[in-house]
């Protein structure tokens, strides 16, 4: 990015400008989108819920996006959010997209978060043996 100072241009590495506002003056513009810090790989047992909370580097507002996304639940502005409890006879895994707008200018960045749902070994009725059963004599 390039900013410009009262003497000359400069090449800076950041992504953050200097944005003339007048005569002499100049302004810091914020030109980077958030990154987002939290995980993106969960597992959690079938017939479990999962509850976490998504965050970013600055401050900013969550929204989703993704073939699975309507299975979340998400709070926009504290980034919290769940999935209710899945079978894993009807689905294995979940994904989704977590958006993260930053407030100050509006830039977003995407993360996918991907589930696994694993498989519990469900309780059955009694086990039911076929055996002959003799009296003693």
């Known amino acids: ?21 007048g005569a002499g003056q100049s302004q810091l513009l914020d030109v980077t989108p958030p990154q987002i810090t939290s995980a993106a790989a969960f597992t959690v047992a079938e017939n479990s819920a999962l509850s976490q909370v ?3 580097d600055a401050a900013v507002t969550w929204s989703k996006s993704g073939a699975d996304a309507g299975l979340i639940t998400l709070n926009e502005q504290t980034g919290a959010w769940s999935l209710a409890a ?7 895994s979940v994904s989704f997209a977590l958006v993260a ?8 960045s995407a993360q996918t978060v991907t589930v696994t749902i694993t498989d519990v070994a469900e309780g059955g009725g009694p086990t039911t043996l076929n055996a ?6």
């Open 1 to 21: 990015a390039v900013g410009r100072t009262a003497d000359a241009w400069e090449w800076r590495a950041s992504l953050i400008d200097l944005v003339p506002v």
């Open 132 to 137: 002959a059963w003799e009296a003693p004599t």
């Open 54 to 56: 998504a965050s970013a």
């Open 86 to 92: 899945q079978d894993y006879e009807a689905r294995t």
């Open 101 to 108: 707008t930053k407030r100050s200018n509006g830039l977003s």
